[in-house]
């Protein structure tokens, strides 16, 4: 009977107020389409008490407190669930992630607070504490800033001291707030804990309401200037400070001035780290996940044309299966006939030295400082792995180069972004045929390249993407003067090769290595500890 007494209001709960919160939903988005042509009706549903961001004046502001919101304010998306996608995928597993698109109906008929409720659980129960470090350190911040509203950004680094009033998690938002836009203060809803998990549930103190932390937070002093969004809830927020200023979303869509171009990030996105190389709202998860199936068939097919058919019907068959190649340039010749030319390529996946080779139609030996066994399986060429010692790696190179000719990636490790990382000078010392190769990799559902993940699955996740494209195009040789036997110094080489393929590209020169992807995205220097390990140069 107890039992029978409990699912009868559990149903009630959920089932009886949610059919009214749809029908009512129903209600409300029939009677505004009907009035779509009635400009006075329209304007009544919303209206706004407080003028626009456009109309804030940004000058004389550097000592002014600013309060905001991420939700809807900063950000131009007005729902968070990609982002809690992204946790679940990225932090979680395809599970998770797809546990969460599957609620994405029930979240259609609850309310907020309970929507967002649902979304934590789903994406935080049982997640470890350190994996969703790495997601808001590596991930997270790619997309912030990709969805960065322009007008609210030039508002907020305009002022003095930032504060952001929140109620989604605040692990989600603070250090993507405090290391790129230079937020102060971050006021979010806080997630209970155990041991090393997350439990999926708040903690006592539940959701923030933004306005009851703001008074709160602030006491009676008033915040200078408050940006919000045209809800209710926003309106009673921001009407607690001395000016405020409210997105319009309308204007926002109609117009690219809230779209924030790559030039004027707050800082420059180098490096970051994930599989997805798309915003996943529900609409593109669903299409990933039906793609999917067909992605890991197709990958498997492309990587086996390349292992067993020749170069030209392998070039054929992958064009058919959409892989797209842009190849321009011609095979050098050799100035000496005892030694091979060495391709000093930029680093965009491991597959580098295969599409090179796929281009030129001719076997390369490929040398990396890591490779799976995975990887070394399925790769069709010769690859031999580095020691990082410098002069026994300088022999093993010298060695394959007298066998023919040699493929390196002086960057040590890969960079997704139009950057190219510090060169290594050892290649300078050993040869004087270099041929610089410009390579660029272009994705739209996978990235194949990760630092925290499995290396091993890089190749696949690359070659599961609808329509992969790469783009090669061969430098000519290096001229004898500028080599070290016309007595240049290795890193004078070196620099020269890189400013060289960063102008063909279109990229910049950075001084950053490997160590500093790693240290940045995966908390280590990247370099697997062995018992005879010596020092890396």
Avoid at 3 to 20: G, I, R
Avoid at 387 to 399: A, E, S, V
Avoid at 478 to 497: D, H, M, Q, W
């Amino acid at each position: 009977m107890v039992l029978h007494k409990l699912a009868d209001w559990v149903l009630y709960q959920v089932l009886a107020k949610s059919c009214y919160r749809a029908a009512r939903k129903i209600r409300n988005c029939g009677f505004l389409l009907s009035n779509n042509n009635n400009p006075s009706l329209k304007s009544s549903q919303q209206p706004s008490l407080f003028p626009s961001v456009n109309k804030c004046c940004l000058e004389g502001r550097g000592s002014d407190t600013l309060v905001c919101d991420i939700q809807g304010t900063l950000l131009r998306s007005q729902s968070f669930f990609p982002y809690f996608m992204l946790v679940a995928f990225e932090g979680g597993s395809i599970v998770r992630a797809f546990l969460l698109l599957l609620s994405c109906p029930i979240l259609w008929v609850l309310d907020y607070e309970l929507k967002l409720r649902v979304m934590i659980f789903i994406s935080f129960c049982g997640l470890r504490l350190k994996d969703m470090e790495n997601v808001s350190r590596a991930v997270l911040p790619k997309f912030y800033l990709e969805n960065l509203n322009l007008q609210a950004y030039e508002v907020l680094a305009s002022t003095g001291t930032k504060a952001v009033f929140t109620s989604v998690p605040r692990v989600m938002v603070e250090g993507f707030l405090k290391e790129y836009l230079g937020v102060a203060n971050v006021i979010g809803s806080e997630l209970h804990t155990y041991g090393h998990y997350y439990t999926g549930l708040l903690s006592e103190s539940g959701l923030v309401v933004k306005h009851r932390a703001l008074k709160e937070f602030f006491g009676d002093t008033k915040p200078d200037v408050g940006l919000g969004s045209l809800s209710l809830h926003d309106h009673l927020f921001i009407s607690l400070c001395k000016e405020a200023y409210v997105i319009n979303k309308e204007e926002c869509k109609s117009s690219t001035s809230s779209v924030m171009p790559r030039e004027k990030y707050p800082k420059p996105l180098i490096f970051h780290d994930g599989r997805l190389a798309f915003l996943p709202t529900p609409l593109a998860t669903l299409t990933m996940f039906m793609w999917l199936p067909f992605g890991i068939i197709i990958a498997i097919f492309r990587v086996l044309i390349g292992i067993y058919l020749p170069y030209k019907l392998g070039l054929l068959l992958g064009s058919w299966s959409g892989v797209n190649i842009q190849f321009k340039g011609c095979n050098p010749s050799r100035s000496n006939h005892k030694k091979g030319v060495l391709y000093v390529c930029t680093h965009r996946t491991l597959l580098d030295p295969v599409f090179l080779s796929t281009s030129l139609g001719k076997p390369l030996t490929a040398v990396t400082y890591s490779l799976s066994k995975m990887s070394e399986f399925i790769a069709p060429l010769k690859t031999v792995r580095l020691t990082r010692d410098r002069k026994q790696d300088g022999d093993t190179m010298q060695r394959l180069l007298s066998e023919g000719d040699l493929v390196v990636c002086p960057e040590g490790t890969t960079c997704r972004e139009p950057y190219l990382l510090r060169f290594s000078s050892l290649f300078a010392e050993l040869a004087d045929d270099i041929v610089p190769v410009a390579i660029n990799a272009q994705v739209s559902m996978f990235y194949g390249t990760t630092a925290s993940g499995l290396k091993c699955l890089d190749p696949i996740f690359f070659l599961m993407n609808p329509r992969p494209r790469y783009n090669l195009e061969i430098l000519p040789k290096l001229p004898r003067e500028l080599t070290c036997a016309g007595g240049k110094s290795s890193f004078e080489v070196a620099n020269y090769i890189q400013r060289t393929l960063a102008d063909a590209l279109g990229f910049e020169c950075t001084t950053l290595t490997r160590r500093d992807k790693y240290m940045m995205l995966a908390g280590n220097e990247g370099i697997v500890i062995e018992n005879n390990r010596k020092n890396p140069y």
